[in-house]
């Protein structure tokens, strides 16, 4: 049995994705000073996996995922890295000014836990299924946990929890 233990090097990542000009180079906060982040830490595969899922833009997945990575999203299941870009879909053109923000809650030899949060502005149509949503400028915020496993230091199985009901509401789809 492996025990989660804090990561006390590595606090939160944030990263600013997207349009936005003014946005932050993907970095980790580290004691108040900024370090720049990398995807061999145990969640700068976690930072890259989320900005792919938040953005839509997977061109930067195989420096986090296995080939043979088995994932679970409240809205698909993969069993491959190709299935994983297939769930992921095209690049998000509906949002705007992402803003992933990463805490690694704990690390154990080959395992992570990690809660999440996602801050996105609206800025274009999104197809939900049985209509498509116009933009309406609304910033929405999505908070969440991802349970991971790593292998060779990528990750190789990862479950997301988050509350889609939230974000439907704060589209006012719901």
Not at 23 to 28: I, Q, R, S, V
Not at 51 to 60: F, I, K, P, S
Not at 62 to 88: M, N
Request: hydrophobic fraction near 40%; charged fraction near 20%; proline fraction near 4%.
């Amino acid at each position: 049995m492996t025990i989660l233990r804090p990561n006390p090097t590595l606090t939160r990542v944030a990263a600013r994705v997207g349009s936005d000009p003014s946005g932050l180079a993907a970095a980790t906060f580290n004691g108040g000073s900024r370090v720049e982040r990398s995807a061999t830490r145990p969640n700068g595969q976690a930072q890259l996996l989320l900005e792919a899922l938040a953005t839509g833009d997977t061109t930067e997945l195989d420096r986090a995922v296995t080939d043979d990575v088995h994932g679970r999203t409240p809205s698909f299941r993969c069993h491959d890295l190709a299935g994983l870009r297939r769930g992921i879909g095209e690049p998000a053109g509906g949002f705007g000014s992402v803003l992933v923000s990463l805490g690694c809650i704990g690390c154990g030899e080959g395992v992570f836990l990690a809660e999440w949060e996602v801050e996105a502005r609206h800025t274009g149509a999104i197809a939900a299924g049985w209509a498509e949503l116009e933009p309406t400028g609304r910033v929405v915020r999505v908070e969440g946990a991802m349970v991971g496993r790593r292998k060779a230091e990528l990750i190789s199985s990862f479950s997301l929890y988050h509350d889609e009901i939230s974000l439907l509401e704060q589209l006012q789809l719901l």
